[in-house]
């Protein structure tokens, strides 16, 4: 763990990742003006139980060196892994917000989010990469100094506000694909 941002290698194997890149490219994809193609998946689904048990146990690691993490006000609220997630694909070159930008530092945006209808805030992100991308692509947090290395299965988690914020590093001749969801505060 690096500055908060944890990083656990594999927890995806190559026949996961493979399953959930194909599931992306036979589905029709929706556009996203911030340079990327998506579908939404949801830990609850069969197809995506290795995934959700694997984060499951990877989130309770984070949470075990931040035991404030666990904190419950009043009996009310309590930290949640959110079933929905995206799946998510840029094509070489493409990184988040180039459709609004020519410069990635221009994109640079934070998890936190407003509050979600059921009255949730965001208070960790996720990201699982899905392949190895050769030669940059990773994702950079200024602030933190760091950048991430993008190769398939691995999990990053980091808080979601501010202190964290990131911005994506563009793949110049290969596409990337990632998994990306939040832990809430409910």
Known sequence: ??????????????????????LLDDSDLIENIRGYSYIDGNLESVEFSSLK????????????KHPYLKFEYNDRCELVLNYSFMIKKFLAGDFYGCKLTSRPNEAE???EGPIGTEG??????WMVYLNDIKHAGGTHFPQQQFTTRPRAGDLYIWPAGWTHSHYGLPAPKEKKYFVSGWCSLK
């Open 1 to 22: 763990m690096d500055k908060y941002i944890f990083k656990k290698r594999k927890i995806l194997s190559s026949d996961d990742c493979d399953h959930i890149i194909k």
């Open 53 to 64: 048990n694997n984060l499951f146990d990877a989130v309770m690691e984070y949470i075990g």
């Open 109 to 111: 945006h934070m998890e």
């Open 120 to 125: 949730e805030k965001r208070i960790l992100a």
